[in-house]
Nanobody
Framework: QVKLVESGGGLVQAGGSLRLSCVFS????????VAWFRQAPRKEREFVVGITWTGIRTDYVDSVKGRFTISRDNAKNTVFLQMNNLKPEDTAVYYC??????????????WGQGTQVTVSS
């Protein structure tokens, strides 16, 4: 069973930066796709961006374009989300997930526990 653990969240002022990490217990042939999601209070969960272990990337959700960057380190079984110029509306619990297919509408079968990102004004 693939296990995912997120870290790197915290409290930051608007304009600041955070780097989230998602460490996988293993990479398998059945989970080539990795994605970051977020869920703000009183809002539905939304897809942020995704990547495969081979380096294929999706587009970013419009609200984070130019500010967030996804990357991976296969040797460490880790996917990162670099978040720059953070805004209060980025406040949410951020989750990483893994599945068979890459895209914003695909089903992801494995999820981490989430890490809280809070951006103050």
């Amino acid at each position: 069973q693939v296990k995912l653990v997120e870290s790197g969240g915290g409290l930051v002022q608007a304009g600041g930066s955070l780097r989230l990490s998602c460490v996988f217990s293993e990479r398998t042939a059945s989970t080539p796709a990795v994605a970051w999601f977020r869920q703000a209070p009183r809002k539905e969960r939304e897809f942020v961006v995704g990547i495969t272990w081979t380096g294929i990337r999706t587009d970013y959700v419009d609200s984070v374009k130019g500010r967030f960057t996804i990357s991976r380190d296969n040797a460490k079984n880790t996917v990162f989300l670099q978040m720059n110029n953070l805004k209060p509306e980025d406040t949410a619990v951020y989750y990483c997930a893994a599945g068979a297919l890459l895209g914003p509408l695909e089903r992801y079968d494995y999820w981490g526990q989430g890490t809280q990102v809070t951006v103050s004004s």
